[in-house]
Nanobody, 120 residues
Framework: QVQLVESGGGLVQPGGSLRLSCAAS????????MGWYRQAPGEQRELVAA???????NYTDSVKGRFTISRDNAKNTVYLQMNSLKPEDTAVYYC??????????????WGQGTQVTVSS
């Protein structure tokens, strides 16, 4: 079955950096688009970044220039490099697999999430 396992979250001060990883299994990873979502308390889950199977990327406006999504098909892993973190980036971050057709569409496969807390 499909498994997505996130790691790399933690507590970081404003302006700091974190790199999230998501290891996928049960899918032919290289053929899927991958996305990172986040959900803050009391908020809806939102798409933060996505990467197509061919490597093209898109980002929500609030993270452009600060976050970078990448993938390593040999390791079945997608990454989210987060720089210049702000308190409003605090959320549980989730990995997802899907497809791109003009925009990112998610399949209903989710990891357990990893908590990112940005606070001084």
């Amino acid at each position: 079955q499909v498994q997505l396992v996130e790691s790399g979250g933690g507590l970081v001060q404003p302006g700091g950096s974190l790199r999230l990883s998501c290891a996928a299994s049960g899918i032919i990873f290289s053929t899927y688009a991958m996305g990172w979502y986040r959900q803050a308390p009391g908020e809806q889950r939102e798409l933060v970044a996505a990467i197509a199977s061919g490597g093209s990327t898109n980002y929500t406006d609030s993270v452009k220039g600060r976050f970078t999504i990448s993938r390593d098909n040999a390791k079945n892993t997608v990454y989210l490099q987060m720089n210049s973190l702000k308190p409003e980036d605090t959320a549980v971050y989730y990995c997802n697999c899907g497809y791109m057709s003009g925009r990112y569409y998610s399949y209903n496969y989710w990891g357990q999430g990893t908590q990112v807390t940005v606070s001084s």
